[in-house]
């Protein structure tokens, strides 16, 4: 599954979705209420519906906002599972209802990731052999920059979880791993959180929503009683 997911609150201008689908590279967006799943949008939703929005000289994201709100616009009840269930239990799923991602919650229904039908697909074809390259000179400094595709770091994730549930972590690389990834979560929620109090009129909610979302990724921000910046991963 990603961890990393973008979410919408049922409570939030309709308009809204159309910015975030516009915005992030995402085709699929869980609608929470009180940290629970309550529904699914996707792109095709969101395609259909402006197809039937009229001529009115008003952007489409202020029409939604002023004429429908999410509850309206979003599939309910959402079709959702657990993280302990098997690849087919999940491709089972998605062809019994018509659909192509599946928020997975945890027995309280609060969102923990999400899988879609291209996650199956990358699963069923298997790992990809790596194209041939040439090992740079080891200088002792790690890359500036490093480059992943989806499916390779969540490839990398299970085998970090593989190789801790095995005790096979011995100098604690998947566990950094396991860390960096959780600290990815928590930034990507706060930039979430930024920019829709930027664009949607510096609310007191959208203020509150990003000082949690700041207080939650500060929390992961100390590494071994230093700083992540002055640990030399910067």
């Not at 809204?16 to 629970?36: I, N, T, W």
């Not at 009115?56 to 509850?71: E, I, N, Q, R």
């Not at 860390?179 to 979560?185: A, F, H, K, T």
């Not at 930027?198 to 990003?210: C, F, I, Y």
């Amino acid at each position: 599954m990603t961890e990393a997911v973008l979410s919408i609150n049922v409570n939030e201008p309709a308009g809204e979705v159309l910015r975030l689908f516009a915005g992030y590279p995402v085709h699929h967006l869980p609608v929470l209420s009180d940290q629970k799943v309550v529904g699914m949008l996707s792109t095709a939703d969101v395609m259909k519906i402006q197809a039937f929005i009229p001529k009115t000289g008003l952007p489409p994201d202020v029409y939604l906002s002023k004429h429908l709100d999410v509850a309206t616009l979003m599939r309910k009840p959402a079709i959702t599972i657990r993280a302990h269930a098997t690849l087919l239990e999940a491709a089972t799923l998605m062809a019994r209802h018509g659909v192509h991602a599946l928020p997975i919650v945890n027995e309280h229904d609060r969102l923990l990731g999400i899988i879609t039908t291209t996650d199956i697909m990358h699963a069923a074809l298997g790992p990809q052999p790596a194209s041939p390259v040439t090992a740079p000179e080891s200088t002792g400094h790690v890359p500036l920059q490093v480059q992943m595709s989806p499916p390779e770091f969540q490839r990398a994730l299970a085998a970090a979880r593989a190789a801790i549930g095995r005790g096979e972590d011995v100098n604690g690389i998947a566990m950094g791993l396991m860390y960096m990834c959780q600290r990815l979560v928590s930034l990507e929620h706060v930039l979430q959180h930024a920019d829709r109090y930027l664009h949607l009129g510096e609310s007191s909610s959208q203020k509150a929503a990003l000082r949690t979302a700041v207080a939650n990724a500060k929390s992961l921000q100390s590494i071994g009683g230093s700083s992540y910046t002055d640990s030399g991963l910067a």
